[in-house]
C-alpha cells in the first residue's frame, strides 16, 4: 500500500499543484517581477530596477501606515487573545447555557468584513453623532472602531480555539494541583496557561497576521479617511497601487515587502511560542 | 490488491479527467462563441461606463442595439469614485472592454498608449467643433459625448419664500448676482431655518469619496479658472493660488450654513446631500446637470429647479455664467482586434445618429451633446435649460480646467486639507499648501 502511494502520488498531487501554480505561485513571481517595472496594467510593464522601492521609502503615507498597523496589531493581538482565553475560561466551567453562549460569540465570525464594516459604521457613527463626531474625525476614533470591530469578530473563533485546548488538560492534572493545595489562579499560572500553549501559539499567529492583512474591515469602516490617515498597510498598498497614475509599480514594491515583513514577523512569533510549549 | 490499484488508478483518472473536461468544456464554449463570432465577420463591444447616474440607460440601449444588428454590446459600470482602478484591471484582461472613458488631458495621459485614432470615425465628424475632442498631435484620441454644466442648484420655491420674508435683505433672483448677496441669502436663511421650514442653507458639504469630488474637484476649478485667466493660460506647471482666499471664503460659507455641523461632514456622502435637496430640507445644492435623475420625482418639482453660478467674490463676477464644459471623453482600445474595433465605432456611431440612441442620450439621460445630430433632440432637463437662460443672458460660462489638475493624489489631499480644515483639526495654510506646493510636486511626479 505504501508503495502504491509513492507510486501514484504525482496523479492525486497534480490537480492540486495545478491550480496551486496558477493561484498562487505564478501570480507571486509574475508579482515580485512587476515590482522592478514600471507599468499600466499588468500584461505592458518595462524594467526599471530598484526605484520602486526606493519610491516607497519616502512616501510618508506608506511610513505612517507601517506604524499605524504595528499599533493596531499590537493592540488586536493583545485584546482579542486575552478576553477569548478569558471567554474559553469562563465557558469551560459548565455553566447553564454554555452551548448557546458558544454559538453566540462564535457567530460575528461568520459574517463578511465589508458587511461588518458598514454594520459597524452606523452604529459607531450613530453613537458618535451625539457628540458631533464621525468615525473619520480623526485617525484614532477610526483606530478604535476598527479594533471594536475586529475583537468583535475574532474573540468568538479564538474562543473555540482555546476551548478545545483548556478541554484537552488531563483532569488528573488540575486535581493533582488542588490536592497540592494550589489557588485557582496558580493552577491557572502553573498549570493551565503551559497545557493550552500550543493554542496560544496558534492563536497569536492567527491574530497576528490577520491583524497586519487586514483590508475589507479597513475599506469599508473608514476608507483611510482622514487624509489617508487611518490606512492600514493592505489597503496603503492597494490604494497606491490603484489610486495614483503611474505608481503601480510601487504599489507592487510596498507588496512584496509587505509580504517579507508578515513573513519574518510571523516565523519569529510561531519560534519565539512554540519554544514555550510543553510535551503532555 | 489488484482490485484495489485498479480502483485508485480508476479514481484518479476520474479526477484527472473531471478536471480535464471541466477546463475543457470553458474553453469550448469560449471557443464556440468565438467562432461564431469571426464567421459572421462581427466583433462585440465591451463599453466600461464611468457614470452611474446612468448605468440602467446604457444597459438598456445596449440591448436594443443587440436586437436590432445582433452586435452583442456589454457594458458594465464602475461604482462612484472606482472608474480608474476598474479601468486599470479590466484593461489586462483578455476580455478588455473595446471603450472606455478618460476625464481629459490628464487622463488621456496615462491611458494615450491604449487609444485608437478616432480621426477617420462618424463620431468624430459628427462633433461640431474641435474643443470637444482630444487630440495628441493629429491624432484624435477621445471624443466628448457629453457637456455638462454645474452651478448652484436651488430650489425655486424655497428661496421665494426667503425673498417674500420680512427679514431677507435680498430681494430677487436678480440681485443674487454676487458672493456678497449670496452671502447675506444664505446666512439669513440659515438664521430662519424654522421659518422656511428648512435643515440648512446649503445641503451638507459631504467629503465622503461619493461627495468629495463636488468641491476638491469642481468648486476648486473656480480660483483656477480665475487664475488662468489673469495669466492667460490653459494649464500650468505650478499654480500660485492667486484666489485661494475666495476659494476660502466659499468654502467656508458652505460648511458654516449647512444641514449639519462642519465636524459631521467627513461621512456624508453624496446621496446624503441629493436626498437633503430633493426632499426640501436645504435651498442651495452644489452640483450639475447630471444630479437631475436622482432629484426628479421628490418633493422638488421640475419647475422648481434653478441652478445659479458659484460666486467666489471676484471682481466683476455678476457676469459670470454656470462651469460648462466635459470631462467624459470616449476612447477606443487599440489593443483589441479589428473587428471589435470595427463593431465599437459602429455602436459609438449608432449611439450618436440613429433615432433610439439619440432619444437615449437626451431625453432618458439627460445629456447635452457635442454632436451637430443633435440638433432636433435637447434634453427636457431644466437645469439645461436654465444654463442655456445664463447663455442667452449673455454671460460668460466658466470652463472646466480642472482637466487641468496634476493628477487624483493632488485632489485627494486637497480634499484631506479641506475636511481637516472644516472639522477644526488643520489650519486653511495646509489647504493652501495643499494647492500650491501640492501642484507642483505633483505636477512634476506626473511628468517626470
Given amino acids: ?280 | 490488491m489488484k482490485k484495489k490499484r485498479i480502483l485508485a488508478l480508476l479514481l484518479a483518472a476520474a479526477m484527472v479527467g473531471s478536471l480535464a473536461t471541466g477546463c475543457g468544456s470553458g474553453g469550448s464554449g469560449d471557443g464556440g462563441s468565438d467562432g461564431g463570432n469571426s464567421s459572421e465577420a462581427t466583433g462585440k463591444v465591451y463599453y466600461l461606463n464611468f457614470k452611474p447616474e446612468q448605468a440602467d440607460q446604457w444597459v438598456e440601449l445596449a440591448e436594443q442595439y443587440t436586437e436590432e444588428t445582433g452586435v452583442q454590446v456589454d457594458v458594465q459600470t464602475a461604482a462612484s469614485g472606482t472608474y480608474e482602478s476598474q479601468l486599470k484591471s479590466e484593461m489586462a484582461k483578455d476580455e478588455a472592454p473595446t471603450m472606455f472613458q478618460v476625464n481629459g488631458p490628464v487622463g488621456l495621459a496615462t491611458w494615450k498608449d491604449y487609444c485608437y485614432d478616432l480621426s477617420d470615425s462618424a463620431v468624430y465628424k459628427d462633433v461640431s467643433s474641435d474643443d470637444y475632442v482630444l487630440k495628441e498631435g493629429d491624432e484624435v484620441l477621445g471624443v466628448a459625448y457629453v457637456i455638462e454644466t454645474y452651478g448652484l442648484i436651488y430650489n425655486k420655491a424655497l428661496l421665494n419664500n426667503y425673498f417674500e420674508a420680512d427679514w431677507s435683505t435680498v430681494k430677487s433672483i436678480d440681485d443674487l448676482n454676487n458672493f456678497q448677496a449670496l452671502k447675506a441669502a444664505a446666512e439669513e436663511i440659515q438664521a430662519h431655518k424654522d421659518d422656511l421650514g428648512v435643515e440648512g442653507a446649503f445641503t451638507s458639504a459631504g467629503m465622503d469619496s461619493s461627495s468629495d469630488w463636488r468641491f476638491k474637484t469642481h468648486l476648486a476649478n473656480l480660483p483656477i479658472y480665475y487664475e488662468y485667466k489673469d495669466r492667460g493660460i490653459s494649464s500650468t506647471d505650478a499654480i500660485e493660488g492667486t484666489y485661494l482666499d475666495n476659494y476660502k471664503q466659499i468654502w467656508d460659507l458652505y460648511i458654516n450654513n449647512a444641514t449639519c455641523e462642519p465636524s459631521m461632514i467627513s461621512s456624508k456622502t453624496g446621496d446624503d446631500a441629493t436626498s437633503e435637496f430633493a426632499l426640501g430640507e436645504a435651498v442651495f445644492y452644489q452640483n450639475g446637470t447630471w444630479a437631475y435623475n436622482d432629484i426628479k420625482g421628490n418633493e422638488v418639482a421640475d419647475e422648481d429647479l434653478g441652478m445659479l453660478p458659484i460666486y467666489i467674490g471676484v471682481e466683476g463676477e455678476e457676469n459670470q455664467g454656470l462651469c460648462t464644459g466635459s470631462e467624459n471623453y470616449w476612447c477606443v482600445n487599440k489593443n483589441a482586434s479589428e473587428e471589435d474595433i470595427q463593431a465599437t465605432l459602429d455602436f459609438m456611431q449608432w449611439v450618436v445618429e440613429s433615432d433610439e440612441g439619440r432619444d437615449m442620450l437626451a431625453n432618458e439621460m439627460g445629456f447635452v451633446t457635442p454632436f451637430t445630430t443633435f440638433a432636433d433632440y435637447l434634453p427636457s432637463n431644466p437645469l439645461v435649460q436654465a444654463n442655456e437662460e445664463y447663455n442667452e443672458a449673455g454671460k460668460t460660462p466658466v470652463s472646466w480646467n480642472f482637466t487641468t489638475m496634476p493628477s487624483e493624489n493632488w485632489k485627494n489631499n486637497l480634499g484631506s486639507a479641506l475636511l481637516e480644515y472644516a472639522q477644526g483639526t488643520g489650519n486653511w495654510d495646509a489647504v493652501v499648501s495643499a494647492f500650491v506646493d501640492g501642484w507642483a510636486t505633483e505636477y512634476a511626479a506626473a511628468n517626470e
Avoid at chain 1, 501554480?21 to 507571486?28: W, Y
Avoid at chain 1, 493592540?75 to 486575552?82: D, L, P
Fill in chain 1, 1 to 280: 500500500m505504501q508503495k502504491a502511494i509513492k507510486k501514484y502520488f504525482p496523479i492525486f498531487v497534480l490537480p492540486t499543484m495545478i491550480a496551486f501554480v496558477i493561484g498562487f505561485i505564478a501570480p507571486f513571481l509574475l508579482g515580485i517581477y512587476l515590482s522592478f517595472c514600471k507599468f499600466t496594467t499588468v500584461t505592458d510593464a518595462e524594467f526599471i530596477g530598484l526605484e520602486n522601492y526606493l519610491k516607497t521609502l519616502d512616501d510618508p503615507e506608506f511610513i505612517h501606515s507601517l506604524w499605524y498597523t504595528a499599533l493596531f496589531t499590537i493592540t488586536t493581538v493583545i485584546i482579542i487573545n486575552v478576553l477569548a482565553f478569558a471567554v474559553a475560561l469562563l465557558l469551560t466551567k459548565g455553566i447553564r447555557g454554555t452551548n448557546i453562549f458558544r454559538t453566540v460569540f462564535f457567530m460575528p465570525n461568520l459574517i463578511g468584513g465589508i458587511v461588518l464594516g458598514y454594520v459597524w459604521q452606523l452604529l459607531l457613527n450613530g453613537i458618535l453623532a451625539n457628540f458631533d463626531r464621525t468615525l473619520t474625525y480623526s485617525e484614532w476614533f477610526g483606530f478604535w472602531g476598527l479594533v471594536i470591530l475586529v475583537c468583535w469578530q475574532q474573540v468568538g473563533y479564538m474562543m473555540i480555539i482555546y476551548i478545545s485546548g483548556i478541554q484537552n488538560i488531563p483532569g488528573e492534572l488540575i486535581e493533582a494541583a488542588k490536592i497540592d493545595g494550589a489557588s485557582p489562579s496558580q493552577i491557572l499560572r502553573n498549570v493551565t496557561i503551559p497545557m493550552v500553549m500550543p493554542s496560544i501559539t496558534i492563536c497569536t499567529f492567527l491574530t497576528l497576521t490577520n491583524g497586519f492583512k487586514l483590508f475589507d474591515q479597513n475599506l469599508a469602516l473608514t476608507n483611510g479617511a482622514p487624509s489617508r490617515m487611518s490606512e492600514l498597510l493592505a489597503m496603503n498598498i492597494y490604494t497606491t497601487f490603484y489610486g495614483r497614475a503611474g505608481w503601480e509599480g510601487v504599489g507592487q514594491a510596498k507588496a512584496v515587502e509587505f509580504f517579507i515583513l508578515v513573513s519574518v514577523i510571523a516565523l519569529i512569533q510561531n519560534r519565539l511560542t512554540r519554544s514555550k510549549e510543553v510535551q503532555q
